[in-house]
């Protein structure tokens, strides 16, 4: 099982590559952390990775019957549902090995099973969105920053959820402004930049290192807060 982008070139118009001429391949396992200033390409390259948009040249490479899920935003949850009415759906939906109950107990959110996903914060639909890559259970997993709106607790529950997936075989890439926080659980960081993946760097554990590169490579530091008031 792998995931291999071959040359693989991404652009929304005839003028400007936002992903240029990438390739890089990712074994059974593995889990990146890709990093990047606003406007970097972070979602672009996950919309092509899921064929959400066309290759302009290149290719994606999966092994055989390898699945992939890529949820982009919280407008693809259902707002009307109940977090167990959405769960049931997506576990019949999938035919998942994954019970509704199972997930919630999991993800630790049992106090607002039964509320609708309109009514939930940020943070709450967060959890929700992650749930729901569980309950699919693809080999491939693309996560844009899914930690965004979450509170401490929940963090340390997504980090543990990572690292279980990476037990489990998962090729996962997870966006994330939050250097700290991908220390706990990625295998590699990659640096994106100018279309490519400029840097890929081990997990040594120590934020601080991660930090560095990023400042040498952006010129500046990674502000997480501008990130998450973006989406307040
Ligand atoms: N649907 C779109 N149509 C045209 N340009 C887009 C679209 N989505 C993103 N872009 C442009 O692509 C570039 C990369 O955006 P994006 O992939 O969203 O970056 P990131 O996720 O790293 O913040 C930006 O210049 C952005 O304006
Ligand atoms: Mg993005």
New binding site residues.
Partial sequence: MSLVIENATLA?NKKTN?IDDLSIELPRGRVVGLV?P???????LMRGINHDILLKSGKIILSENETIFFLENQDSLFPMLSVQELFNFASNSWNSTYSSQKIIDLLDISNFKNKKISDLSLGMRQMVMIGVYLIVDSEIMLFDEPINGLDQLNMKIVSKIMLMLKERGKIIIV?SHLLDHLSEFVDQFWFLKDGNVVKQIDNTHNPILVKNDYIQIYGKEENAENEITHYI
Avoid: M, P, Q
């Fill in positions: 929304y936002i990047a606003n406007g970097s390409g972070k979602t672009t966006s």
